[in-house]
């Protein structure tokens, strides 16, 4: 009997040692929908959620509001969702300095209040948080 890939479970693809890396991964779930169907749940199921100085505002808002609008695999598939780092409200972010323009900053708070929360509140599969 001729191997079909609808008959590939998640035992088989590799999980450690010489498994591929994740970026390979969500590389290889555009293969077919068969792949994807076994990389996919495996890939995004751990999403990390932070705000950092160094964040580029206009790419964490797109990856914000994709989660948050359930566009993207994560909110199908977050079973640990990992919080890292956000920026305190007032402007002493420690590094950061306080003189002069706020308006990177000033940025960052606007995409931090306006889109954590409801990309955390969109991925509804969560079992862990850290």
């Excluded at 749940?41 to 206009?58: H, M, N, T």
């Amino acid at each position: 009997m001729p191997f079909a890939f609808t008959d590939m479970k998640l035992a088989h693809f590799p999980q450690t040692g010489d498994a591929p890396d994740k970026k390979t991964q969500k590389q290889l779930r555009l293969v077919c929908k068969a792949f994807n169907r076994i990389v996919e749940p495996r890939v995004f199921s751990e999403l990390r959620l932070g705000v950092s100085i160094s964040d580029d505002p206009v790419k964490l808002e797109e990856k914000l509001s994709a989660i948050a609008s359930r566009q993207t695999p994560f909110t199908r598939w977050t079973k640990n969702l990992l919080l890292s780092q956000m920026l305190a409200s007032n402007h002493s972010v420690p590094g950061v300095r306080t003189s002069g323009q706020h308006a990177p900053l000033d940025r960052l708070l606007k995409v931090q209040h306006t889109w954590v929360v409801r990309a955390i509140e969109a991925v509804t599969q969560v079992e862990e948080i850290q």
